[in-house]
């Protein structure tokens, strides 16, 4: 595995350092190695830090942040956001390469209050959520992803299945399925809730954090949220540069009242991951726009 930095930052963020004191820190995963479809997964992070870098023009002063005109508030002033750069994968050493991932992670996130995961196609969440102190994994997402154990490694359509097997204290909270699949699904496991409301979402995350508070006063915490979000959870009207655009999907107002319901109810939230943004190489910037967009209310979201 090597690292790539580019002159285009997240945001315009600094370049990370060990001993930053850093609000958010931005990895990117551009690979779509764990895709069964033709994917352009991998042009996701470029894309995104293409645009948020324009949003964030030199020499201005991010203490300001960004003033939201839907919200009308301001969002995320103040800001102390490191780029990491990518983990570039090396195909011919890929199993040991992806095993690294979550050591990587692990570092990155010790140094920051929210880790930023873009991917990349759907199968890299698996390795972003290998970490001991994961207890809880909300996973936006119009398919189930939990297709039977085929392999070594998971692709983007089982990899829920995977993660069930090797990380049985995670509780995994599923909202936003509307694919069509043959024959009946498979149950999910004990750790595994299909949220068929916010409402059913936020009860179990309310559950899971009294199940996961401190035995004693002043104790920490057990473990972190991650909010994870394949972009083709939204409908394809508003969001078509994914892999496996699906109909009838979530408005963008709609996803951010989950977002924000999610963060609310699961704190602390430690990592956000957005998969599956897979501009071609001509688009206009336009899907990356809105990408970008969601990306900064979620971030937003999150660290409130």
């Given at each position: 595995m090597r690292i790539k930095h580019s002159a285009?930052?997240?945001?315009?963020?600094?370049?990370?350092?060990?001993?930053?004191?850093?609000?958010?820190?931005?990895?990117?995963l551009p690979s779509d190695v764990g895709s069964r479809a033709p994917s352009l997964a991998r042009n996701g992070p470029a894309r995104l830090r293409r645009v948020t870098a324009a949003l964030a023009p030199a020499g201005r002063d991010r203490?300001?942040?960004?003033?939201?005109?839907?919200?009308?508030r301001s969002i995320l002033a103040g800001l102390?956001?490191?780029d990491f750069g990518d983990l570039i994968l090396d195909p011919l050493d890929l199993g040991s390469d992806l095993k690294q991932i979550p050591a990587v992670l692990r570092e990155l996130r010790q140094s920051c209050?929210?880790?930023v995961v873009l991917g990349g196609d759907d199968s890299l969440s698996y390795w972003s959520c290998r970490d001991a102190e994961l207890r809880r994994l909300v996973h936006l997402d119009a398919h189930e992803d939990a297709a039977a154990l085929t392999g070594e490694y998971p692709h983007h359509?089982?990899?829920?299945?995977?993660?069930?097997?090797?990380?049985p204290e995670l509780a995994i909270l599923q909202y936003g399925q509307r694919d069509l699949v043959p024959g009946p699904p498979r149950l999910p496991g004990r750790n595994r809730?299909?949220?068929a409301s916010i409402d059913v979402l936020c009860?179990?995350?309310d559950a899971l954090a009294a199940r996961d508070a401190p035995a004693a006063t002043g104790a920490r915490e057990v473990g972190y949220?991650?909010?994870?979000?394949?972009i083709d959870v939204l409908d394809p009207h508003i969001m078509p540069a994914v892999t496996n655009p699906l109909p009838d999907g979530l408005g963008l107002g709609e996803l951010m009242a989950v977002i924000e319901a999610a963060a609310a109810h699961g704190r602390p939230v430690r990592q956000f991951m957005l998969t599956e943004f897979a501009p071609a190489d001509t688009a206009g910037i336009a899907d990356a726009a809105t990408a970008a967009h969601l990306l900064m209310r979620s971030i937003d979201a999150c660290l409130r």
């Open positions: 285009r930052r997240f945001l315009g963020g600094e370049p990370w350092s060990a001993d930053g004191d850093w609000d958010v820190v931005v990895v990117g203490a300001d942040g960004w003033y939201d005109l839907a919200a009308r102390r956001l490191a209050r929210l880790l359509g089982n990899f829920i299945s995977y993660l069930e097997r090797d990380e809730v299909a949220c009860e179990t995350l949220t991650a909010l994870s979000v394949d």
